[in-house]
Nanobody, 119 residues
């Protein structure tokens, strides 16, 4: 059973920084993609950043230049360094793992961690 557990959320003032972590347990292919999503109250869940097992990254325009995604394949962990935080970054942040399985793909989500940025 694959499980994802996020940590590192909290309350921070605008302009501050936070580092989110996500650890994945269980068995899954080494060829995978990990991503961070967020969902603010009353809004749709949106992808913030993603990183392949090879290290290729992609960011939402709203966080480019401020957030950095990274991963430690040996420890099955993914991180999100968030700098220059803004009140609009306030949301529940979720970690997601996806990989090919047969002819389709599987995805797993963490339970989320709250990030609150005060103005």
């Amino acid at each position: 059973q694959v499980q994802l557990v996020e940590s590192g959320g909290g309350l921070v003032q605008a302009g501050g920084s936070l580092r989110l972590s996500c650890v994945v347990s269980g068995s899954f292919p080494s060829d995978n993609v990990m991503a961070w999503y967020r969902q603010a109250p009353g809004k749709k869940r949106e992808q913030v950043a993603r990183i392949s097992s090879g290290g290729a990254t992609n960011y939402a325009d709203s966080v480019k230049g401020r957030f950095t995604i990274s991963r430690d394949n040996a420890k099955n962990m993914v991180f999100l360094q968030m700098n220059s935080l803004k009140p609009e970054d306030t949301a529940v942040y979720y970690c997601r793992l996806e990989f090919r399985w047969g002819l389709g793909q599987l995805e797993y989500w963490g339970q989320g961690t709250q990030v609150t940025v005060s103005s």
